[in-house]
């Protein structure tokens, strides 16, 4: 997928204490929902998570994700 840019107004509520909804889809099919701190990084955000947690496993098996930050 391409990648967006991320325009002044987007990097200045970014760059605030907000919350991110991670969703990841399970073996099943259906949806995991983590809510995170994410860290803006340039252009990058960034979310962490711990080696083996459903998150982990879920993306090892599709890489596919969305983030929402409210």
Same mark, same amino acid.
């Given at each position: ?12 509520? #970014? ?5 991110? %909804? ?10 995991? &929902? /983590?809510?995170?701190?994410?860290? #803006? ?5 960034? %979310? ?10 879920? &993306? /090892? ?10």
């Amino acid at each position: 997928m391409p990648r967006s840019e991320i325009n002044p107004a987007q990097r200045k509520f #970014l760059e605030e204490r907000h919350f991110a %909804v991670v969703g990841t889809t399970n073996p099943d099919g259906s949806p995991h &929902l /983590a809510v995170m701190w994410y860290l #803006l990084d340039g252009d990058d955000i960034i %979310v962490n998570s711990a080696q083996g947690r459903i998150k982990d496993r879920n &993306l /090892a098996q599709d890489p596919r994700m969305s983030l929402v930050v409210e």
